[in-house]
């Protein structure tokens, strides 16, 4: 996570987001998928697949990754990369907890 985010815009709270899963939020044109992990880690990214623009929101969440729903590339959710032998990455954004509410730092 880039700490020298600003900007930073409540966006709701962990109890929005079932274990190891997504929601959704709208900035322009992008949509941003926001995780959370088995141990509620919160994690941002467009909800595209590098491969063939998979909604990455309706993937499985595991560890620090996702699965896309599509043809199985598994995806970290900290940096974006593809792993294993696939290649491509997918724009992450910084977020953050601060007790239950969640916020993203997007440019607005
Ligand atoms: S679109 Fe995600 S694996 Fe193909």
Known sequence: MNLMAKNWVAIGSLQDIPPQGARCVEHGDTTI???????????????????????????????NCVTCPLHNW????????????????????PVKLEGEMIYLSVEF
Do not use: W, Y
């Open 33 to 63: 998928a926001v995780f959370r992990t088995h141990d509620n880690r919160v994690f941002a990214m467009e909800d595209k697949c590098p491969h063939k623009n998979g909604p990455l929101s309706q993937g499985i969440v595991h560890d």
């Open 74 to 93: 598994v995806i970290n959710l900290e940096t974006g990369l593809a792993q294993g032998a696939d290649d491509g990455a997918t724009a992450t954004f």
